[in-house]
């Protein structure tokens, strides 16, 4: 079935470095995907989205961008903050019909001063 | 004030009881989610809702009912609670445009535990 997986955290780097989290995708059709991102005690907002292929979202120093040939949706930034951490969850929306929208597991990411 | 707020935020219920989380939202969004929270199972969905009187089943829907007969409402009914339905809920409103552009706005949670 539909599905995203993401890679498994938790994540721990220090501020400034380099941070990748890793999304893939299976979907029937052409999903539109997205970067949700959770800070404590709070619900999930939207960090960035692409909606076609070779699409790149970015937000707040994030990027990801949509790549077709290889399922993927992978999150990056070039330096993160302590206040980037957060619980990050990838997903998509299978369009058409009825527009179900489906997390990955989440990926829990700790910056440390 | 515009948003989609949940309520209660936290709830402690005993086994066998009935119970019902609210979701409400302001936007007129055609969309509307239920989600649970589970360490190690990320958000999973449990109930959608493409419009009023529309609905259809996540992943894990065994054990909830909803209903949506207005479109700013779509409470999430558990008819007997279980141990395992102690988590977090999440309510999500969205509204689709172009078939593809679409951001969906999620509640603050309900924390329940059932005992």
């Known amino acids: 079935g539909d599905s995203v997986t993401q890679m498994e955290g938790p994540v721990t780097l220090s501020e400034e470095a380099f941070l990748t989290i890793n999304c893939t995708y299976t979907a029937t059709g052409y999903p539109s995907l997205f970067w949700y991102v959770q800070y404590p005690g709070e619900g999930l907002q939207l960090l960035l989205k692409a909606t076609k292929a070779d699409d790149k979202g970015s937000n707040k120093g994030f990027e990801a961008t949509y790549r077709k040939e290889t399922t993927s949706f992978h999150l990056e930034k070039g330096s993160v903050q302590v206040s980037d951490s957060a619980v990050y969850f990838c997903?998509?929306?299978?369009?058409?019909?009825?527009?179900?929208?489906?997390f990955g597991a989440g990926t829990r990411l700790a910056v440390h001063p | 004030d515009a948003g989609i707020t949940q309520s209660p935020r936290y709830k402690i219920t005993e086994t066998g009881r009935q119970v019902t989380l609210m979701c409400h939202q302001t936007w007129s969004h055609s969309y509307m989610f239920w989600y649970r929270q589970d360490l190690g199972h990320g958000l999973r969905l449990i109930y959608y809702?493409?419009?009023?009187?529309?609905?259809d089943k996540g992943e894990v829907p065994d054990g909830y009912v909803v209903s949506r007969s207005k479109t700013e409402n779509f409470p999430l009914t558990l008819e007997s609670a279980t141990r395992s339905q102690t988590s977090v809920y999440f309510c999500?409103?969205?509204?689709?445009?172009?078939?593809?552009?679409?951001?969906?706005?999620f509640g603050q949670g309900t924390r329940l535990t059932v005992v």
């Open positions: 997903a998509l929306i299978l369009s058409g019909g009825y527009n179900k929208l489906i």
């Open positions: 999500a409103s969205m509204e689709v445009r172009d078939n593809q552009n679409a951001e969906a706005f």
């Open positions: 809702s493409a419009a009023a009187d529309i609905t």
